[in-house]
């Protein structure tokens, strides 16, 4: 599995930095994932849903930590040339 394509979409909120949508091998794709600013550094949320409970279930997520590891190394390299990038008005 690859991940072929990433997109990043900045936002302007207290801890979410930007949404992100992810395709894995052109044919699959998985959006609302979020690049979050944590105590120490970023990470990745993925996409999720408010229980009746009020607590939150994912919708999707990675079965192992290389995975895991895959997504957020890319969602995270993605955003942060998206940041670097000259702003145009």
């Known amino acids: ?36 600013q944590g105590e120490s550094k970023f990470f990745v949320a993925m996409p999720s849903k408010k229980m009746k409970d009020g607590s939150f279930r994912d919708t999707v997520h990675p079965l192992n930590n290389v995975t895991r590891q895959m997504i957020e190394e890319s969602v995270l390299g993605a955003y942060e040339q998206e940041i670097s990038r000259p702003q145009t008005l």
């Open 1 to 36: 599995m690859e991940i072929t394509d990433v997109r990043i979409f900045p936002v302007d909120e207290k801890r979410v930095k930007a949404y992100a949508s992810i395709v894995f091998d052109d044919c699959f794709i998985v959006r609302d994932l979020k690049v979050i």
